[in-house]
Structure formats: structure tokens, C-alpha cells
């Protein structure tokens, strides 16, 4: 599935982080490398679930950066993932599966360990 993906100047921080660790690798990459090992955690309350996943003032700031050719199965996860948990709405299905993806992204910032990049 491809998607254009919103994110915030925070978000393209922690991937340009993460793009250290992994030499030549892209910003489409290493999002899809955090989106499949978070979902592969099995533990969504860990990422989606904690109050600071609320939105708040800046949540709809973020802005198209890049174009995501993700894998099916892992879109559907997102999309039902933000069904399951109480988002505020958005505009589009990009801006939803954008805002699933933002929170994983805030996730790998403070816990990197526990994401195998």
C-alpha cells in the first residue's frame, strides 16, 4: 500500500537517528523496519496506549514527507490499530495510518532497545 507519510520535524529527527545505525538505508526503510518489529512486540498498549498518544495542540502540524510503499498486512495492523484505540479523527486514512506510524516513531525515541533496527 502506498501513502504519503505525515510526520513532524521530532519524527524525521529520531529517523535521521536511526539512519545512523544503519548505514545507506532510507527514511521509507527505516520506517517500515519500526512499524514491523513494533508490530511484531505484540504489545500496543505499550505504544498507542499511553496518555502522551493523545492528541493535543500540534497534532494535526505534522506534514507530508515521504511516500511509503508498505506491506499490506502490516497497513491493515495500523489501520486497525487506530480503530481500537481512542485517536482523534483525521481527515484522511493516510493522516490515520501517519498518526499510528508517528506513535510508533515516539515509542522507538524512548525505547530503542526494545526495537530490533
Not at 532510507?26 to 520506517?31: H, K, M, P, Q, T
Not at 512486540?41 to 498518544?53: A, K, M, V, W, Y
Not at 487506530?82 to 515516539?106: A, L, P, Q, V
Request: glycine share 4%; with cysteine; net charge negative.
Amino acid at each position: 500500500m502506498k501513502f504519503n507519510l505525515s510526520l513532524k520535524y521530532s519524527h524525521l529527527w529520531v529517523i535521521d537517528d536511526l539512519k545512523k545505525r544503519i548505514p545507506d538505508s532510507s527514511n521509507e526503510e527505516i520506517v517500515k523496519r519500526c512499524v514491523h518489529t513494533a508490530l511484531q512486540l505484540q504489545d500496543n498498549d505499550s505504544i498507542f496506549g499511553t496518555i502522551r498518544e493523545q492528541c493535543g495542540d500540534g497534532c494535526f502540524a505534522s506534514e507530508p514527507q515521504f511516500e511509503v510503499d508498505m506491506d499490506e498486512d502490516d497497513f491493515n495492523k495500523l489501520r486497525q490499530i487506530y480503530k481500537d484505540y481512542d485517536f482523534m479523527e483525521y481527515g484522511t486514512e493516510e493522516e490515520e495510518i501517519s498518526k499510528t506510524i508517528r506513535c510508533i516513531i515516539k515509542f522507538v525515541e524512548e525505547k530503542p532497545d526494545l526495537i530490533a533496527i
